[in-house]
């Protein structure tokens, strides 16, 4: 009973991450997201585990003087209504699962576990799209558009790589080996440009970083081999979006999809609004009013007249017009913690054998983080849950590395 609460959590971090419910599409009536959170929150208080005190947490406090900047942006901004759903979605909900996560994952076997759950959160996406698409055909499925999934399998791929090298289990190998092949595979099938991008910063980031107690020719033989795959079911249509990455980065107005002159768009606002920004979730209401008010000049007026972007493409720039500066800068804070936290661990376990596995767990979502923020830089992503899930684990993982002793060891 007492690991209840725990399985319960890993359930709904599959929900939340690799949404069952838009592959299989019966389920979503049942409301599984609200099924799972109900289960762990009555589990946990029927199970009586009060976990440890969290409010002292740095995570914490960064988590919610983020939402509280956000509540006090809401009355200035262009639609409350929509600021006040956000709260409930995002502050809330989002809020009561990272609570859990602070709550019930206090073991090194626990974040293994976890960890677990979100990589099989991407293999089931991949499977998913490799099994109702042709290659040369964009795909994305339910919540999720071709780039948004593009990034969830960018995300879930290091974790799966570093299964595959630190277990000693030849089955758990290969499922970790054909999971990251079919996630490769899978994000040829998005035709992401913005994936692709994600892919580059993570293998270079890969061959660059020093992972504990594996050696660098077993990495370098696994990326070749993926590498690889990934080139053999390369299409031509996947080639030609990817030349236009140069297109896009080269034409200030007209290159690509237009991002570029969306971004020069997004500053205007952002430098009308410093401080409290245009209110959570308000940014296709404010781009939509500055078009219809011809309020942006020269040939940012022409570039987008009578097309309303709905978002702003790029995870920073969102919060930074939503939520002004200081938005910005609790939103960076809370990046720039969880990667020196996962780094400070993996520094700290080549001192320390004890706790070698969960070095090399922490350098696999150290390896998430980067691929994530990769493909945010070309995506609204602002409020995605892993973002701040990868903040309170690398907490955890922090507070246990200083204690050595309590890490336990997982089951491959």
């Not at 409301?31 to 947490?57: K, V």
């Not at 339910?142 to 990034?151: T, V």
């Not at 896009?248 to 606002?269: A, M, N, P």
Request: charged letters at 15%.
């Amino acid at each position: 009973m007492t690991n209840f609460p725990y399985y319960m959590l890993c359930m709904w971090t599959v929900v939340i991450v690799g949404r069952p419910q838009d592959i299989f599409t019966f389920l979503e009536p049942l409301n599984i997201g609200d099924i799972a959170a109900g289960l762990t929150t009555i589990s946990y208080f029927w199970a009586g585990q009060h976990g440890p005190a969290m409010r002292h947490y740095p995570e914490t406090r960064l988590f919610f003087v983020f939402v509280g900047y956000a509540i006090l942006c809401i009355p200035f901004g262009y639609y409350p209504g929509r600021g006040v759903e956000f709260l409930i979605y995002f502050g809330v909900k989002t809020g009561l699962y990272l609570w859990f996560i602070a709550k019930l994952v206090t073991t090194e076997e626990r974040i293994q576990g976890l960890a677990k759950a979100i990589m099989l959160s991407g293999f089931l996406m991949a499977v998913s799209v490799l099994s109702k698409t042709a290659l040369g055909e964009r795909m994305g499925i339910g919540a999720y558009d071709p780039n948004d999934l593009a990034l969830l399998l960018v995300t879930t791929l290091p974790i799966a790589v570093m299964q595959c090298l630190s277990s000693t289990k030849w089955y758990w190998k290969t499922i970790c080996f054909l999971g990251s092949a079919f996630n490769l595979i899978a994000i040829i099938a998005t035709q992401s440009r913005g994936g692709f991008l994600g892919l580059v910063a993570l293998g270079a980031f890969m061959l660059s970083v020093k992972i504990p107690r594996i050696s660098r020719q077993k990495l370098l033989i696994l990326l070749t081999v993926l590498a690889f795959v990934f080139l053999a079911y390369l299409g031509a249509d996947y080639k030609d979006r990817i030349v236009t990455i140069l297109e896009e980065s080269t034409s200030d107005v007209t290159g690509g999809s237009g991002r570029i002159g969306l971004w020069r768009q997004c500053l205007v606002i952002a430098k009308d609004h410093p401080i409290l920004g245009v209110g959570p979730d308000a940014f296709s209401t404010a781009f939509g009013d500055y078009l219809e008010k011809d309020k942006f000049e020269g040939e940012l007026a022409a570039e987008e007249r009578g097309h309303k972007w709905q978002t702003a493409h790029n995870a920073f720039l969102l919060v930074l017009i939503e939520m002004g500066i200081p938005g910005l800068l609790i939103f960076v804070a809370i990046i720039i913690r969880s990667y020196r936290n996962l780094n400070t661990v993996r520094t700290l376990s080549f001192q320390h054998d004890a706790i070698t596995n969960l070095g090399i767990q922490a350098t696999g979502l150290q390896m998430a983080l980067i691929g994530f923020l990769a493909c945010a830089l070309f995506l609204s992503q602002s409020y995605s849950p892993l973002i701040y899930l990868f903040c309170f684990l690398s907490g955890t993982m922090l507070r246990i590395s200083s204690t050595p002793k309590q890490a336990e060891t997982p089951n491959y």
